[in-house]
């Protein structure tokens, strides 16, 4: 085959395997190649190419057996919060520099059990707390796209944003990463990619480093929905390793993309239009709306009344959740230790050098949130928020199939543009966190251009454990805008 | 809400992590600010609203009493920045 | 109630206990790992016990039973919704920088425990709450100057902390307390109380206070692993205690150490700095839902319990209070007991359980386990006293050949020819022998010194060898001298 493997993606690179036009070893060294081509952008922290060429030579062997799982000899991107047995794990952060799991993740076993191939670990926001990739003790991840005629480098969203890069720049056949307040779907929207963050208790949560722990889920993020249906399969299980893990069967999402959409009711939240969203964005929603109302699907204006209170009680919930999950980060068992004459001074000085000053800030309003006295006003209103924030959506869902609404309030921002303003950077997530705070799924398409030149995502929000619809309506839309732009390959020395 | 020095002083504490004197002040304004955002969660009316407990409607996984795991030592101990004879060392605790 | 007198007049003692109970488990209360005592450091630590980045509990449905079979025991409500909470704070050997236990909605509400303080008075203790949660690991300090060293093999062990209200009065409640509490695991099987090995450990809870006033402020002393340190602490912090107050001075709450060596009570530094435990519902979890039928299940199998056993052991056997006491103190001893009382005289039957058994016993420092003498063999002793073919004195040489050697008292008395002569003849013979040979003495008696009957039976039964039955020696000499 033709030198540019990396052009194919999840499902075109698995038909050409099965048809022996290409082997694992080829599409895997085809990648790493890419992988060195662009360090530019910075969108891994650990490449592990003898692995990945070791696993790929295993995966053509049992390709020639007529063997193979569903995703045999397939290069991957994995987020680097994903433990991988005797390779480092960093979680972006200094205090776990050189961590190496003596264990592996459920999702990443699962993905290698189907015969997947790692090619490294991508880079991501400390612990998952970002939505740029700018707050990585390993640097920021630089988004492959460009305004139009600007050199600027743009933030490739996060906190998946190195996986979100490295799917965009065809660096791998397809990556995983995990969403807790649109850290799947939010980088998808700002890199022109698919990203899906499944029911949370579809994928396992065992060995993926906790950020929220009541929040985060594993997803995939691809090049198209079909490569997103192949990926999720793959993925998810029912796990007893985790208490969160619901026991459903796992369906053949692939068999889901009938490309008919006709009759269902799709759902258009009017809270979703906030203040100040850009035209082109509301144009674009409009658009969605409009393919899928050609295509046969009923359009409902409903009413999620809470929306607006998701983001702060996500500021609540979140930081919370995390301030006690980073407790273990203490330099006794592994990771940093910045010594000190007594023990309490060891914790002291390794927590201030091993944390970012986003992680910190975080740690500090969770810890402020719990501390007595403020528990009442602070994390059980949350709850109790998130309590309406559900019956919002149950109730909407009673009438509807799936909902339609813009993935993010904006296009990829500038690099530095908005680390000085928390609030504004933690905006980004507004339409993105009522699913986290719900449990229910949601996926992001590409599904055009904004005015100058960057891509733009549509969300369609399901049901808890209807992946398949959702998946379905996605590459709908998909199909209808075929959106086929590509970024500049302005980061390649060659 | 705006919150002190000292209240960010108490709450790095707390959370084990030293936050220089010149820091403090900084958190104090940053922490207020997201605070004061976040403050607009008491607009809602939650009398007789439940806290959510779980995102999922499960039942809460019960194991069997086996020994399943552990005799580990040594991937316990693999990544320690300190051991000796089996034991994590640490710096001297006074109690 | 204990009082102590001051300067200035009286303090009562007002005490409350947080007692520790390990589950006998298998395995950990969230992981996998072994919880027996005494292994090599970390070697039964999973990597969930060691707070590995991304590892998750998963709750052992055995300590759940446990727990409700043990509120049970304590006559307390179960409740069948609760939830576990994570009560942040570091510590070296608290890996997860959080312990997972039950703040708000604990497992078991309220309920009352019995003690029996001796002369049939009783106290009833109340029980505020029973919950589960995970121990911590073990610290060593002393190994090193400047380090100290950590074990995780306790890290995540189940514990049930039952927290009783502030209803004890002196120390002597106190030890009864802890031993009623150790009792019921103990019959229940839910912990084996071995205080020695920490499976039992209590945190007790001191104030002291004006005879029928409010409560004073308390100091918690943590980590008492034995009844004597828990006396010797209790009485130490109330002197303590009093010494400040009476000086005008007021009592700091706070947690205190007793060092055991010294037989005081010291502040505890390093627990001050962080009383805000900031608890919130484990989001790795989900809510315990429990059935009524589940908790009935559990109920249908309780055995007997000590108070309603010491009512049965009264009530059927006709032994006394204190006997009974004795007895269901420990369930193996109760049912020893009840074997050999079986079809038998059981007012002897306690007597020599309680007496001669549990008295070579103690002093082989031996278990019922593993006695020479089973119920059946000390059975077979008391037939052989019931049946007059060897005395009471007779039984106890016999007894104690037995204990040494395991053989049976048919056997022993065979061989040795301990069999009592009830040959009334014989013993005539041997009654004429002995008035013959103390003429001097029988005149005495016949003029009124009654005393010398004993004389004369000791004289009979030293000249049987012990084996002469003492029934018909009384009645043989009675009929003799009164003729
Ligand atoms: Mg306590
Ligand atoms: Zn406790």
């Not at chain 1, 922290?45 to 062997?61: E, G, S």
């Not at chain 1, 924030?389 to 909407?396: L, P, R, S, Y």
């Not at chain 3, 031993?179 to 912990?191: A, D, S």
């Not at chain 3, 602490?233 to 009476?246: G, H, K, P, S, T």
């Amino acid at each position: 085959m033709s030198a540019d493997l990396t052009s194919l993606g999840l499902a075109e690179a698995r038909d050409a395997l099965a048809k022996k036009e290409v082997s694992s070893r080829e599409l895997t060294s085809a990648y790493l190649a890419a992988i060195e081509d662009a360090t530019p952008l910075n969108a891994f922290i650990t490449v592990t190419a003898d692995h990945a060429l070791a696993r790929a030579d295993q995966a053509d062997a049992r390709i020639a057996a007529g063997e193979g799982g569903l995703i045999e000899g397939l290069p991957l991107a994995i987020k680097d919060l994903f433990c991988t047995d005797q390779i480092q794990t960093t979680a972006g952060s200094h205090i776990l520099e050189g961590f190496k799991p003596q264990y592996e993740s459920t999702v990443t076993a699962n993905l290698w059990r189907q015969g997947g191939v790692m090619l490294g670990k991508t880079n991501l926001d400390e612990f998952a707390m970002g939505s740029s990739n700018e707050t990585s003790f390993y640097g920021s991840v630089k988004n492959p796209w460009r305004r139009d005629g600007d050199s600027a480098n743009l933030v490739p969203g996060g906190s998946s944003g190195g996986s979100a890069t490295a799917v965009s720049a065809h660096l791998a056949a397809a990556a995983i990463g995990t969403d807790t307040g649109g850290s799947i779907r939010q980088p998808a929207a700002f890199t022109g990619t698919v990203g899906l963050k499944p029911t949370y208790g579809r994928c396992s949560r065992w060995g993926v480093v906790a950020f929220a722990s009541s929040l985060d889920q594993a997803g995939p993020m691809t090049r198209s929905v079909r490569d997103a249906a192949i990926l999720l399969r793959a993925m998810a299980s029912y796990d007893s390793k985790d208490s969160t893990s619901v026991d459903i069967a796992v369906p053949d999402y692939e068999t889901a993309l009938t490309g008919d959409v006709k009759g269902l009711r799709i759902g258009i939240p009017t809270e979703y239009r906030v203040d100040g969203m850009p035209s082109d964005i509301e144009a674009l929603w409009d658009k969605g709306i409009e393919w899928l109302r050609s295509a046969g699907a009923e359009i409902v204006d409903v009413s999620l009344p809470h929306t607006r209170y998701a983001l702060p009680a996500y500021y609540i919930v979140a930081p919370a959740e995390a301030s006690s999950n980073l407790a273990r980060y203490d330099g006794v068992r592994y990771g940093l230790r910045v010594d000190g004459e007594q023990l309490q001074d060891m914790y002291e000085q390794t927590r201030a050098a091993g944390f970012g000053a986003e992680v910190k800030r975080r740690i500090l309003i969770g810890t402020y949130v719990l501390s007595a006295g403020y528990y009442d006003a602070y994390y059980l209103q949350a709850q109790k928020v998130r309590t309406l924030i559900k019956q919002d959506f149950e109730k909407v869902f009673e009438n509807v199939d799936a909902l339609l609404t813009p993935t993010t309030p904006t296009p990829a921002f500038g690099i530095g543009e908005r680390v000085d303003d928390p609030i504004s950077m933690y905006l980004n997530d507004v339409m993105t966190v009522p699913a986290n705070m719900a449990g229910l799924p949601g996926i992001s398409v590409p599904a055009g251009l904004s005015s100058d030149g960057l891509p733009l995502g549509l969300q369609v929000l399901g049901k808890a454990f209807d992946e398949a619809t959702i998946l379905r309506v996605g590459e709908m839309i998909e199909r209808a805008a075929s959106f086929d732009a590509r970024p500049q390959s302005w980061w390649s020395a060659s | 809400m705006s919150l002190d020095k000292a209240t960010v002083a108490h709450i790095a504490m707390l959370a084990r992590i030293r936050v220089e004197d010149a820091e403090q002040t900084v958190l104090a304004g940053e922490l207020s600010g997201i605070l004061g955002w976040i403050e607009q969660l008491s607009e809602v009316k939650t009398d007789g609203v439940e806290p959510m407990t779980s995102a999922v409607d499960t039942t809460l996984l019960r194991r069997e009493d086996k020994m399943t795991d552990g005799g580990v030592q040594e991937k316990v101990l693999a990544n320690a920045p300190a051991t000796t004879e089996g034991f994590f060392v640490v710096p001297k605790v006074v109690e | 109630m204990a009082v102590i007198q001051g300067a200035t007049g009286d303090w009562e003692m007002v005490i409350g206990l947080e007692v520790h109970a390990q589950v006998t488990s298998n395995s950990k209360l969230f992981s996998g790992a072994a919880t027996s005592f005494g292994a090599a450091p970390n070697t039964q630590v999973s990597l969930v016990d060691a707070a590995m980045p991304g590892m998750l509990p998963v709750i052992n449905r055995y300590c759940i039973e446990q727990a409700i079979r043990t509120g049970l025991g304590l006559k307390a409500k179960i409740n069948l919704h609760s939830v576990f909470d994570r009560k942040n704070y570091f510590y070296a050997d608290l890996p997860q920088g959080y312990q997972i236990s039950q703040f708000l909605q604990p497992i078991v509400g309220e309920g009352v425990v019995t003690l029996d303080m001796g002369e049939g008075v009783t106290r009833e203790i109340g029980i505020t709450r029973l919950h589960l949660e995970q121990d911590a690991g073990k610290s060593l300090h002393d190994q090193h100057p400047s380090q100290s060293y950590v074990d995780l093999n306790r890290s995540g062990i189940a514990l049930m902390e039952i927290v009783s209200e502030p209803d004890l009065r002196s120390p002597e409640e106190v030890a009864a307390y802890l031993r009623k509490i150790r009792t019921i695991v103990r019959y229940l099987g839910t912990c084996d109380g071995n205080m020695d090995e920490g499976s039992m450990r209590a945190d007790v809870n001191v104030s002291m206070r004006r005879p029928g006033e409010e409560y004073g402020t308390r100091c918690e002393i943590k980590n008492i692993n034995s009844i004597r340190f828990a006396q010797q602490a209790i009485n130490y912090e109330a002197r303590r205690q009093v010494d400040i107050l009476e000086d005008g001075g007021a009592i700091a709450q706070e947690t205190r150490l007793f060092d055991s060596r010294k037989g005081e009570t010291r502040s505890m530094r390093s627990k001050e700095e962080s009383h805000d435990y900031r608890y919130f519902p484990d989001p790795d979890l989900l809510p315990l839902v429990l059935t009524q039928e589940e908790v009935d299940a559990i109920e249908a199998t309780l055995p007997e319990l000590p108070d309603a056993k010491k009512a049965r052991l009264i009530a059927d056997y006709g032994i006394g209070d204190y006997e009974a006491g004795v007895l269901v103190a420990d369930r193996v001893r109760a049912d020893f007991f009840e074997a050999v009382a079986k079809n038998r005289d059981s007012k002897l039957a306690a007597n020599w359980v309680i007496g001669e058994f549990f008295g070579a016993l103690n002093k082989a420092e031996k278990e019922i386990s593993i006695s020479p003498v089973d119920a059946d063999a000390l059975g077979g002793l008391l037939d052989l006293i019931s049946d007059d073919t060897i005395s009471g004195r007779i039984a106890k040489d016999v007894f104690e050949v037995m204990f040494e050697t395991g053989k049976s008292a048919a056997d022993i008395v065979e061989e040795k020819g301990l069999k009592q002569v009830t040959d009334t003849g014989a013993i005539e013979e041997m009654i004429q022998a002995v008035l013959d040979a103390n003429e001097d003495k029988v005149e005495q008696y016949k003029g009124g010194k009654d005393k010398l009957f004993g004389f004369f039976v000791g004289q009979v039964m030293k000249a049987s060898g012990g084996k002469a039955n003492p029934k018909a020696v009384n009645e043989i000499l009675r009929a003799k001298l009164g003729g």
